[in-house]
T-cell receptor
Framework: DARVTQTPRHKVTEMGQEVTMRCQPI?????VFWYRQTMMQGLELLAYFRNRAPLDDSGMPKDRFSAEMPDATLATLKIQPSEPRDSAVYFC?????????????FGPGTRLTVT | GDSVTQMEGPVTLSEEAFLTINCTYT??????LFWYVQYPGEGLQLLLK?????DKGSNKGFEATYRKETTSFHLEKGSVQVSDSAVYFC???????????FGRGTSLIVHP
């Protein structure tokens, strides 16, 4: 049963520290999405890759967040420096498409707490 | 731009009750429509989908019909179980953009 995996599942860190979250998309999927979920804002799209190229990161605070796909099996989301307002659950999702409607498969999420 | 509006929650029901969660959308073109479910502590899972007008998506007793004339995709289940307690998200993709657009989610609580 193919699944999206995310590490770590939980992260507690102090304000100002760097945080790196990792995602392994389902093998063969060519699109990767990063989302942030909070009670107040709901589900927010942070970044979107297709064939490892970043296509949309307009939802991401550029001064502190960065997203990359070093290879087809790994996507990373970094926050440097982290702030308490970054506390949220971060989801990675993958899908298969060449510009068609996307059916997404979500990972279990990384729950980030910044103190 | 594209948008999805869901009914506010929580929806609280007794076991075996009938469920309806309303979803309406605004989109250019002809989007595909989706329902995702999120159980506590987990990521979203695709529950069902419909790709064109009048299609009915179904899975695990849940159904939703793509109604283009009313721009709606309401989720229904004839008899809910305690295990259906979760947050349900309506979504679309392929309207003005292929980037998926999600509703805010509707929490369902089912009591024994």
């Amino acid at each position: 049963d193919a699944r999206v995996t995310q590490t770590p599942r939980h992260k507690v860190t102090e304000m100002g520290q760097e945080v790196t979250m990792r995602c392994q998309p389902i093998l063969g999927h060519n699109t990767v999405f990063w989302y942030r979920q909070t009670m107040m804002q709901g589900l927010e799209l942070l970044a979107y890759f297709r064939n490892r190229a970043p296509l949309d990161d307009s939802g991401m605070p550029k001064d502190r967040f960065s997203a990359e796909m070093p290879d087809a099996t790994l996507a990373t989301l970094k926050i440097q420096p982290s702030e308490p307002r970054d506390s949220a659950v971060y989801f990675c999702a993958s899908g298969l498409g060449q510009g068609g409607p996307y059916e997404q498969y979500f990972g279990p999420g990384t729950r980030l707490t910044v103190t | 731009g594209d948008s999805v509006t869901q009914m506010e929650g929580p929806v609280t029901l007794s076991e075996e009750a009938f469920l309806t969660i309303n979803c309406t959308y605004t989109a250019t073109g002809y989007p595909s429509l989706f329902w995702y479910v999120q159980y506590p502590g987990e990521g979203l899972q695709l529950l069902l989908k419909a790709t064109k007008a009048d299609d009915k998506g179904s899975n695990k007793g849940f159904e939703a019909t793509y109604r283009k004339e009313t721009t709606s995709f309401h989720l229904e289940k004839g008899s809910v179980q305690v295990s259906d307690s979760a947050v349900y998200f309506c979504a679309l993709s392929g309207g003005g953009s292929y980037i998926p657009t999600f509703g805010r989610g509707t929490s369902l609580i089912v009591h024994p």
